[in-house]
Structure formats: C-alpha cells, structure tokens
C-alpha cells in the first residue's frame, strides 16, 4: 500500500505539474472582464463573452481557418512524401539512401531562423509571401525529417518476409506494397500524420515572418496581434479564449491517440 | 572460333549488369525519395546559401538604393556588436540551463512514466499534454500568470514587483516556460531508452546487491546511453532555436534577446537583410559547429549512423 | 512442375565476399532435394537465387529448361514457404492462402474452391476465418504450406519451415511435410541446417560449406560414404569420432592401439581416423566369427547413457586431441559450438543394450574395421572411398 501512494503522489505531481499551465489560461478565457485582474485561479464569475468576442472578429476566425487549411494540406503532402520515402529507405537498397537520411537529420538539427531572412526575401519575390504556400513549403521541409524518421521506425518493424512473400505469391513491388505493407503501415502513417500536424499547428517563427495580413496569418501569430474588441479594451480574455481554442484538438489528439504518440515519439528515437 | 570470343564477354556483361529485379528497386528507390529530398534540399540548401550572398551585400530594405556588395563588413559590424554577443550569451544561458534541467527532470518523468504502478495512462496521456500545445500558448499563460494583478504566480510570489520587466527574473520565467514545454519530449525520448534496459539485468543487480541508486547508476544509465545522447543533442540544438516563449513574454525587452528574437527583430523592424542574413549564417554556423562536436564526441550514438545502412 | 538446373551459380556482394561459389546442380522433375549445412554455408542464399529475391551474379538458373536469371520472382511460378511463415496478419486465413489466386486474378469461386481444397488437405477447414495471430504454431505452418499449394506451382522453395516448431510438432509436421510432397509430386527443395531433417526428408541431399556443395547424393550414400571429413561429420548423431593416426609399415599407430590395417602407398603419414559409434561393441557381445575383423581394446568408462535400445558409451582417449588439425574439423566444431560434436579427446560408442560396460570400470571395446574412414587432413579427402 505505500508504495502505490507513492506512486500515487507521484502521478499526481506530475499530472499538476503538466495540467496547471493549461487550466489556468482556461480559467482566463472564462472570467469576466471585471474579474480578469483579480488574479484568482479560478473564475469568481464565469462568461462565455471571449469566445463571442473572438467568433464574431474576423481577425480570429480567418485566422482559423488559416491554421487549420495550412496545417492540413501540409501534413498530407509531408505525409505522403514522407511515406514514400521511408519506404524506400526501409525496404529497398539503392545507393545515395545513406545521403538522404544524412540530409534529413541535418534538417531537423537545422536554426529554422537562419531560414527567415532568404526566405522572406525570396518569397517576397516569387509572389509567395502571405500566401498559404508560401507557409505549406517550409512546413512540409521541416515536417519531412520528422515523418521519414518515425515511418522508417515503423515500417521496420513491419516483418520483411511479407514483402518477399508477396513476391512470392505473384506480387509485383508495387502491389507488394498495397496488398501487404500499406494496411501494416496504416496505423504508423496515422501516428505520423498526427505529430507532423502539431509540428505545423505549433509554428510560430515563420508564421510571423512570411505573412502579414490576415489573408494567411495562423492563429498563434494573430494571438500575438490581439488588442481586443477596440483599441481600448484588454485583449487577455480574448487572447486566452482563442488559445483555448487551437488547444483543443491537441488535447483531444493526446487523449484519444496517446498510445500511438508515444509510441511514434520514442520509436523514432530509439533506434539510435 | 566465336564461340570462344562470345562466352567471356557475355560473362563480363552479366556480372556488371544488374538483374531486371535490382535495377527496378534502384529506380523504385530514387524515384520514391525524389520529392521528399527535391523539397528539403530546395527550401533548406537553396535559402542558406542565398543567405550567405546576401549577408555580404549592404541591403536596407529601408534604402534599396544602397545595396552594395560589401564583402564581409556585414560580419564586422555583428560581430563587434554588444547587443549580438548578449544575445548570444542569452540563448547559451537558456540553452544550457534548460537542458540541464530537462535531462535531470525528464529522467524523473521518464522513470515515472515507465515504472509507475498505478494509472500509468493518465500520467503518459497528462505529459503528453505540454509536448502537444502550442508553444504561444503556453506562453501566454506564463505570461499572464506573471503578470502584476492579473496572475496567480504574480500575486503569490512577487506580489510588489514586475518579473517580466527584469532581466534576471524574466530570463528565469522564459527559462520555466521551455523547461516546462519540453520535459515530455525529453522524458519520451529517455523512456525509450529504459524500455531497452532488460528487467533480468535489474533483477540480477539486485541480486548482486546493487541498492535501488547503485541499479539505476550502474546499470541502467550505462545502458541508456544512447537514448541520453540523442535526446541531449536533440533538445540542445532545439533550445538554441528558443524564439516563441521570449516574443511573446518579453518580446526581447530588458536585454532578454536570444540570436533568434534578434536576427528576426532586424529582418521585421530593421528591415536589414544584410545584417538579418548575416545573423542567420552565423546561427547556422554555431548550430553546425555545435552538432560536429557532439556528433564527434559521441560517435556512433548520432541517430541514424548506426542502423540506416542495411534494412 | 519442372525440373530445376543451376549451372557455375554464384552469388557474390559488392563488398566483395562470396556467397555461392559457381554451384553445379540439376533437380529433377519431381524430386524432393535438401540443401543442408551449417549457417553461412550458402545454402539460404542458392535458395533465394530459385525463389528470384536475389540476384544472380554469374552462371545460370534454369526452370524447367528456360533461364530465368532476369525474371521477377512472380514470373517464375514457385512457390515459398517462410522460417517465420510470412503470414500476411491483416487477412484471414482464407485471404492470405487465396492471396497469390487473387493476385493472379482468378475468378472468385475458383479461388473459394482451391483454398477449400487446399484446407482441407492440411485439415484447416475450421480455422478459415482466424486471423494468423489466433494460430498456434503449427497450424501457422500448414497455413503457410497451404499457401504454396494452392497454386500449383512448377516447384515448392522451404526455408528452414519447420525450425520454428517445438521439437515434438517438428517430427509430426515432417512426415506431413513428406507425405504432401510425395501426394503432390511437386519438385521441391527444401533449406535446413538440421541434419536429421535431412536424412529423413529428402530424395537426394545436397551438403555445402562456405558457399561450395561438398556431396550430393541420396541419405544412406552420404552417411556411408562421405567424401570427406566435413561431411563425415555432419551427418549422424552422434557425430563419427575422429582421432589422429600415423601410418607405419604394418598398419596405423592411434591412440587407441596399433591398427593392422593396410594403407595405401601414396596415402599422406599423417591421416585422421573416422569411426561412427555404432560400428563399436562391447567386445563379450561380438560373434566369434566376426571378431577378427576387427580390433580390440580396452578404455576406462566415462559415463553410460542407457536409450533403452542401446547404451551410449563415452570414453576419455590419451593424445587425441591435440594432434588432430583441419578445416574442416574446425568448421565442424564451428557449427557444433562444441556440444554437438564429441569432444575430440573423447569418444563416442553405441553399444548393445545388453552391454554390462559400467561408469568408472575398465571395458574391452570391440571395433568393426571394415567400416572405418581415413581421411587426408590437409584437404579432408576420403581416402577409404577410392
């Protein structure tokens, strides 16, 4: 009995320690503007007027649909990219495959700020600043180190006596690989999908270098611009409203799939 | 008399030739990898080097007339720059501190994540939790909470003072904000590592008569090594980057510039693609020299070196 | 079904080591063929050079009589069966025996009727529907056959398919195994380094080493006669004994006595000496009629093994070891990992169950000359064959 208290106490520290951040930003978004500088953790009178607030501003919810279409279309092509890849990687021997998974850890070790400035320029002059492409380009880059990384992980797990014995069975490569390893790679191209999402609705830093109006803003960087309803008024409900938001799909990603998080995160580390 | 001539050439040719089979998984290979490597290197290979040619012209968006081919001065007038070299000095203290912190915090988690004997899902699933939000976020609810009268934490701690508007505080709330983001990932990537400690090799040593310390020094760090290895390059090469939680708690007030915050401040305010770019080639320069150390120091355990070879 | 031809095959890796050194082998229409060895004998690679999942280097592979060097696995029309059956475990065990009809695009109700067959054959009728991982191992091994046969193909490949199986359900599932084969008549060969499967499974036997075939021929021929010391004592169990011998004018010096046995002139001085254990006997048991034939001698007793059958008797020999240098006895050792094979200081007997022989006590052991091996260390030769 002790030792599963302590366990227990364990738990629960860790859990306070990891929850306290997020509950007190909900918190936030539900006090009332009079009430918002109390500093009380927990709301003495609750309203749902930031999240009016915040639905009825363009502001916020182009943003949203920024994130949300930028986020999307970029997991998918770094997915199937991705995918194609690690494939290739894992099952098939051709020279220049050593070089590519070089390339690929150098551009996850890689300062994406020493990427800001050319390609600000560059897409200044290529018409692809503020736009949602010019966004989905580096995302996908810095997304694809990610996704090989964890579907090689996978598909090596895969038994690689399938594959011959779908050759075997009359299988060409090509449906060896539909018949026999796409539904075995399902659930790991599933997990990627979901770690390369949060990787590009996490984003920041070039989020608020390579836009500059709404027209392609996400909403971590249209936080950042937040003054409120007017000028005048205190965007920190506001604010917490609209962080509450974006947080959601990431908790429910975390409480559904939580298995198959840590299950992509530590196999793409362990094989070290 | 051809018959002679005809069976070593057709025994030179098959040995150079490759089978139909092999020469279509060389295709299948390169043809499979062509968009994943044309996309990195096109938006990674391309911008850096565009970076270093403009990082040795004088280029003010402010005054486009005055673009000049400088040679290095760009560099000259970064590197005797005080506010450079603070903010260099800035991100290396976040950097090492935090690492530190995370390596030592991310073990206990990693521990508990791993051994713990009751509600193992709750606690995985609440760790996950600080990995998933968005760093801005968080952020801003560190913000907030160490906001005069608007913040919990303020009103607890400091309740006659402003920690954001002071050099030392702030860089340790900024310092809180990382560790508290990216413990889990740390904690993730070490478990990894435990799950490979073999539980015969534990109860062996307590046989021996390791105690529960001498186990965990003596058998199981040893063993980890390579899963601390890879998540200590990993995190530091992440930490140098720390860019999210200073815009949105300082936004680099009170000296509390990183190399990241300071390269985009002179890119967005300064419009100075020269000096901007210079910023961004020494950066890459610095994360370079510091991945070749730990990579050389440390061998094999860079990931991927050991098993990328053969499938 | 088709015979298979495999002309100066061999397999050799761009970092220069060779697999499979230019083998010469021709399977027939029919025949059940073993390929046998330690592991790294090659023996998994020439089976993958037939199957088409590796390339051949040089020579030539012959299906049937059509090379077929460059073709694709599925256009050679064989069939494989995996060590680790290779089940597809997304699909039932309908699906993955009907996998390669599928593929070949027959009509569904043939499929239907080719698995049913099929299944029933290997008596999987009520399993049709599970999923491999509610298998046991042995019903996933005949699911994994079902899948070769249910095509028809020119000729069955095996990869070491019974080496997953515990020892029991090995030797049931063996003279399954057989029985299909020879029910079928499909050209089979079949890869194992178990020497026992191989003597009871196969038609003809086909022993490598380091890549080289060392003897083909059928199970009784290369028990009886071994070309040499690598074969000799590779098949049986227990292994053959080998002991160092000298030759001088009137016969052998051994360690266990003089022999007075001719030898061949041209014959080296230095010999190793092979006797199987069966070939010993306790010397009160022997006929009077045989005993000159042979030699007699006498040993402290080690240990007693009683098979019921017979007794397994282990003696200790004075200077047997250290004389005894060869290749293919370090192979052989190599393979063995020193606990298969006698102990090369030792000796092994297999005497009549009415033997008296007891632990500790000396025994008079009597042993059978006429079928004593010599043979060349320096190349392993037999020299008793020629």
Known sequence: MPVKLKWGLLDALVVVFAIVPVLWIVSLSFKTTATLTDGNFIPREWTLDNYRTIFQTDQFVRALVNSIGIALISTLIAVVLGTMAAYAISRLDFPGKGLLVGVSLLIAMFPQVSLVSPLFNIERQTGLFDTWPGLILPYITFALPLAIYTLSAFFKQIPWDLEKAAKMDGATQGEAFRRVIAPLAAPGVFTTAILVFIFCWNDFLFAISLTSTEQSRTVPVALSFFTGASQFEDPTGAISAAAVVITIPIILFVLFFQKRIVAGLTSGAVKG | MTAVVEKPRKAARSKVALSEGKRQERRLGWLLCAPAAIVMVAVTAYPILYSFWLSLQRYDLKFPGDREFVWFDNYITVLGNGYWWSAFGVTMLITVISVVFELVLGMGLALIMHRTLIGRGLVRTSALIPYGIVTVVAAFSWRYAWTPGTGYLANLVTPDGAPLTERASALAIIIVAEIWKTTPFMALLLMAGLALVPEDLLKAASMDGASAWQRFVRVMLPVMKPAILVALLFRTLDALRVFDNIYVLTNGANDTRSVSIIAYDNLMKGLNLGIGSTMSVLIFLTVAIIAFIFVKLFGTAAPGAGDEGKR | ?386
């Open chain 3, 1 to 386: 079904m088709a015979d298979i031809v495999l002309d100066k095959v061999t397999k050799s890796y761009p970092d220069g080591t060779i697999a499979v050194h230019g083998i010469d082998l021709e399977i027939a229409d029919g025949e059940f063929i073993i390929l046998v060895g330690p592991s790294g004998c090659g023996k998994s690679t020439t089976l993958n050079m037939i199957a088409g999942l590796e390339d051949i280097t040089t020579g030539e592979l012959r299906i049937g009589g059509e090379r077929v060097n460059d073709k694709a696995p599925k256009d050679r029309d064989i069939a494989m069966v995996f060590q680790s059956y290779a089940l597809y475990p997304n699909m039932t065990v309908r699906d993955n025996m009907g996998f390669p009809l599928k593929l070949a695009k027959l009509p569904k109700a043939e499929i239907d009727k080719k698995v049913g067959e099929a299944a029933k054959v290997l008596e999987l009728t009520d399993y049709l529907d599970r999923k491999p991982a509610n298998l046991s191992g042995g019903q996933r091994q005949r699911v994994a056959m079902g899948r070769a046969i249910v095509r028809n193909p020119k000729a069955f490949l095996m990869d070491e398919p019974l080496s997953n199986l515990d020892a029991k359900l090995r030797v049931q599932m063996r003279t399954q195994v057989s029985r299909l084969q020879k029910q079928l008549g499909t050209t089979t060969v079949y890869v194992t380094h178990d020497q026992t499967e191989a003597m009871t499974l196969g038609d003809r036997v086909v022993v490598m080493r380091a890549g080289h075939i060392q003897q083909v021929g059928d199970p009784q021929t290369l028990y009886d006669k071994p070309v040499n010391l690598f074969v000799a004592g590779f098949i049986g169990s227990p292994s053959m004994n080998f002991l160092p011998a000298t030759v001088f004018p009137g016969g052998l010096h051994t360690p266990i006595g003089d022999l007075p046995i001719p030898v061949k002139d041209n014959a080296p001085k230095d010999l190793v000496l092979g006797i199987r254990p069966e070939h010993f006997e306790d010397a009160r048991l022997v006929e009077e009629a045989l005993r000159p034939r042979g030699f007699e001698f006498t040993l402290p007793v080690d240990l007693v093994e009683s098979m019921g059958s017979d007794k397994y008797v282990y003696f200790t020999v004075e200077g047997g070891k250290s004389d005894l240098a060869s290749a293919d006895l370090a192979d052989l050792a190599a393979d063995a990992g020193g606990a298969d094979l006698p102990d090369q200081s030792g000796l092994v007997t297999r005497l009549s169950a009415e033997s008296r022989v007891r632990e500790g006590a000396d025994a008079r052991i009597w042993l059978n000359l006429d079928k004593i091996h010599l043979f060349d260390p320096s190349d392993g030769r037999n020299l008793t064959l020629d």
